[in-house]
């Protein structure tokens, strides 16, 4: 199986292959978002040496020791010197590879670390010993291609891309990698011949939220609600623990990261740090800041200022799966294995079709700039809360558009498998949602009610409120 997309990433990783000078790159983002999966597509046979962190066991002791023998390990598969003892420190474990590496004949050395923040284990001295392999050996060669991955985004951004100390400005390129688009999607659909219309490719998105790992769990001849029951709710499927198997991998003491998810499941719109804490009972001063930025930098809580509110930031969870998870599995007690079959049609399942097709709505806001025409204009996304003092109406606003060409897009968005239509109760609401942005902050721009749906608006008499209507294909270009 080739590679969907990623053909940025993949021209990258192809040009500082080539680029005649050592190379030290970094690749981190999500879990199961598909890193491993791209360095190994564009290398294949042209790996030097590979090796992969232990996944840490909490609690375990001699973690160091177990790590330097799996190192060990694969510097023998890579023909190093079999009689040779396993190191006993990070220091000469990097001392054994260059030996290693000093022996190759190959003009392009590739050197593959993934989950290398899982090398990184208490009071071992990784860090510096890494430190020491590139300032002290590579960066004087010109050969050497240094790939890492990792999953554990804040400790890529702590201790290589931030790095205050002897890797600081080391890395000379860094890749974040991120969930697949909706056109992205799609061609991964097609190319494994999994029949899906995009109504249906939608709602994937908005319980798998683009994560290739887990669309890789499809099978072509069933439909969107049976690949959904297998793959999350029948007896024994491989996506029903992913949640705390998800958790556990990324963060030491993940509870409290775990708690914070829980908490901000429970609204769309997110909380602030403060109603985190009350929520949760982790005090501001006890962590509650360095979680929330390990949540915001591996892209499951975006972190945001609603428009209007510059001092006011709010805490969001946009994890599709683990907004899907906590809906319906998390502590739900669903034995019927084919419990989304049997719930397609239920007003529960339609309610949350809506806020999920928003938090997709979110994710493609470079799709929705590029319907309105928009595309090179500065803009600013938020969510938007006008409330009903000092005589103003009261107004909540999931997506709103804030342009520099003085417009605002206040968007609505509707998952509707069939024209919308607007009636003349529905009319006036939204006539009302304009007055209140107008009064509350935009008096001096142009406010463009904007509908954003599946097939598109049904015209009649009320339609005309809408200056724009962006439709589920528009979501769907690149």
């Not at 993940?254 to 009350?278: N, P």
């Not at 007003?347 to 806020?355: D, E, F, I, T």
């Not at 005589?391 to 919308?420: H, P, T, W």
Request: hydrophobic fraction near 35%.
């Amino acid at each position: 199986m080739g590679i969907t997309g990623r053909k940025k990433e993949i021209d990258a990783l192809e040009k500082l292959y080539r680029s005649g000078k050592s190379e030290f790159v970094a690749i981190y983002g999500r879990r199961r978002v598909g890193k491993t999966f791209l360095v190994k597509e564009v290398f294949k046979e042209r790996f030097t040496f590979c090796h992969t962190g232990l996944s840490p066991v909490e609690g375990k002791r001699n973690m160091m020791r177990d790590q330097l023998q799996a190192f060990h390990y694969s510097l023998l598969r890579a023909g190093a010197d079999e009689e040779s003892p396993c190191p006993e420190t990070w220091i000469e474990a990097f001392y054994r590879l260059e030996k290693l590496l000093s022996q190759r004949t190959e003009k392009r050395k590739v050197v593959f670390f993934d989950e290398l923040p899982w090398m990184d284990t208490a009071r071992s001295g990784f860090v510096t010993a890494l430190e020491h392999f590139w300032n002290g050996w590579v960066a004087g060669r010109s050969d050497i291609m240094l790939v890492v991955c990792g999953s554990s985004t804040s400790w890529i951004l702590n201790n290589l891309v931030n790095n205050n100390g002897g890797l600081y400005d080391r890395l000379t390129y860094e890749i974040k990698l991120f969930p697949f688009t909706l056109s992205e999607c799609e061609e991964y659909y097609r190319a494994n011949n999994i029949c899906l219309d995009r109504y249906d490719i939608a709602q994937s998105y908005m319980i798998l939220g683009g994560i290739p790992y887990y669309m890789g769990y499809f099978s072509p001849g069933e439909s969107l609600a049976q690949n959904i029951d297998r793959i999350l709710f029948a007896k024994g499927a491989p996506l029903a623990r992913e949640f705390d198997r998800l958790f556990r991998s990324l963060f030491k003491k993940s509870e409290d990261h775990v708690k914070i998810v829980k908490v901000l499941a429970t609204k769309h719109f997110g909380y602030t740090r403060d109603e985190i804490s009350q929520k949760t009972g982790i005090s501001l001063g006890g962590g509650l800041s360095e979680r929330l930025k390990d949540l915001v930098e591996a892209d499951f809580v975006a972190r945001y200022e609603p428009c209007g509110q510059s001092r006011t930031v709010y805490y969001r969870l946009c994890d599709n799966f683990c907004l899907f998870y906590m809906k319906y599995l998390q502590d739900k007690g669903i034995t019927d294995p084919g419990f989304w079959q049997h719930s397609q049609n239920t007003p529960a399942v339609a309610s949350w079709r809506g806020l999920a097709f928003e938090h997709l709505c979110f994710s493609h806001i470079p799709q929705i700039k590029k319907a309105l025409g928009v595309s090179g204009v500065v803009s600013k996304e938020s969510s938007m809360i006008i409330g009903p003092e000092s005589g103003k109406s009261g107004a909540q606003i999931d997506l709103i558009i804030e342009r520099a060409d003085r417009v605002v897009n206040i968007c609505e968005m509707k998952f509707y498998n069939r024209d919308y239509k607007v009636d003349k109760d529905e009319k006036a609401r939204l006539e009302k949602r304009i007055m209140s942005v107008q009064e509350g902050l935009y008096s001096s721009y142009n406010i463009h009610m904007t509908l954003i749906t599946v097939s598109g608006l049904e015209h009649n008499a009320y339609s005309g409120i809408f200056q724009n209507v962006i439709t589920l294909d528009d979501l769907f270009e690149k």
